[in-house]
Structure formats: C-alpha cells, structure tokens
T-cell receptor
Framework: GQNIDQPTEMTATEGAIVQINCTYQ??????LFWYQQHAGEAPTFLSY??LDGLEEKGRFSSFLSRSKGYSYLLLKELQMKDSASYLC??????????WGAGTKLIIKP | DADVTQTPRNRITKTGKRIMLECSQT?????MYWYRQDPGLGLRLIYY???????NKGEISDGYSVSRQAQAKFSLSLESAIPNQTALYFC?????????????FGEGSRLTVL
C-alpha cells in the first residue's frame, strides 16, 4: 500500500527553527509537495521537490532524498503566523497525489 | 473574490437527504478535483475531472456523484447523505501540463449529517 508518515504535532518557539519530517512509500514518484493549512482554511502550496536536494524559498526550505523516501520542511525565524498544519503529499506513478495526515505546528512566544 | 469558490460553506442536514456542493473557478484551469478532509486523515480524493467530458473516480467515490457543467463549474452530490459523510470538503483546480501540479483550493464546505 501507499503511505505517507509525518508527526502529528510539533511545538516550537517564536524566532527558532523547526524541521518537519515526511517519509513515504508510494507506487512510483513524480514529485513531493508541501502545503500549509491554517485552521479552518484551505491548504496553500509551499514547495515542490522532484530532484534530490534542498529547495530554498525565503524562510522556508524543503529537502528531498528519493533513495530514502524522505523529505523535510525547514522553517526558520519562526513567527506566530506560522502556526498551522503542514501537509506532505507525494505524486505517484499515476500522477495521483497521496496525502499525509498533516503536522500541526504550534508556535509559542 | 476567491479564485475558487465553494457553496455552501457550511451545511447541516439529516440522514437520507440529497445534498449538492458547488464549486466554481475563475482561474481558467482545465482540471478540477473534489477532496474530503477528516481529522487525523490525509486529504482523500473523491472525484476528478481533467476537462468537461472527462470524469474519473478517486479513492473514495462510493456514495458520491459529480457533474462538470462547464470548464469553470464542478459539483459534488451526495444522493442520500449518511453520518460518516460528515467532513470538510474541498474543491481544487490545477493547470494542465504544469510541471509542479500545484493545486489551488477553495475555502471548503463543512458538511454535518445528523
């Protein structure tokens, strides 16, 4: 079966750095996505990785290792507005998205 | 105004009732999707459509039907609602042939079936 694993909840301090991990087992691989979802709102696109390595976009970076079936989202200089759920999703060989359950990130002052 | 609009945003109904959730988009995208989101679970695909004449079942299509009335409109129907269809429903769109396959979501429709 296909599976995406990510921690259910994480807590971090304002101004700090946090890394949210995602491991996957899917039928094929055509890219990995990270989305942000604030409570009660729609998910919004953060990043896309299809090749190994680190993609940096402002305070957010996303890393992929296809051989390990592993990705992480790195958030730097945390702000209170970063409190949200972070969803990992993998596009399989049929170009279908398989979604993780999401990681709820709580930022404390 | 939102690029992907869902109506209604909230609905409470009773078991056995027919419910329609509507989605319209102004992004000009060919591809549209319906997902449901339940606490502790990932987004699950119900149906998707790559153009007006193309409708495909997703992971959990049983108990649901859809209609793609136009490029901009994609409706989800629950013919006879049951309590385990209580969930947050999202419509999404994406561009054809875009490498990243980025999805653009509507604001969600919260459905409660009593």
């Amino acid at each position: 079966g296909q599976n995406i694993d990510q921690p259910t909840e994480m807590t971090a301090t304002e101004g700090a750095i946090v890394q949210i991990n995602c491991t996957y087992q899917t039928s094929g691989f055509n890219g990995l996505f990270w989305y942000q979802q604030h409570a009660g709102e729609a998910p919004t696109f953060l990043s896309y990785n299809v090749l190994d390595g680190l993609e940096e976009k402002g305070r957010f970076s996303s890393f992929l290792s296809r051989s390990k079936g592993y990705s992480y989202l790195l958030l730097k200089e945390l702000q209170m507005k970063d409190s949200a759920s972070y969803l990992c999703a993998v596009m399989d060989s049929n170009y279908q998205l398989i979604w993780g359950a999401g990681t709820k990130l709580i930022i404390k002052p | 105004d939102a690029d992907v609009t869902q109506t209604p945003r909230n609905r409470i109904t009773k078991t056995g009732k027919r419910i329609m959730l509507e989605c319209s988009q102004t992004k000009g995208h060919d591809r549209m999707y319906w997902y449901r989101q339940d606490p502790g679970l990932g987004l699950r695909l119900i149906y998707y459509s790559f153009d007006v004449k193309d409708i495909n079942k997703g992971e959990i299509s049983d108990g649901y039907s859809v209609s793609r009335q136009a490029q901009a409109k994609f409706s989800l129907s629950l013919e006879s609602a049951i309590p385990n269809q209580t969930a947050l429903y999202f419509c999404a769109t994406s561009e054809r042939d875009r490498d990243t396959g980025e999805l653009f979501f509507g604001e969600g429709s919260r459905l409660t079936v009593l």
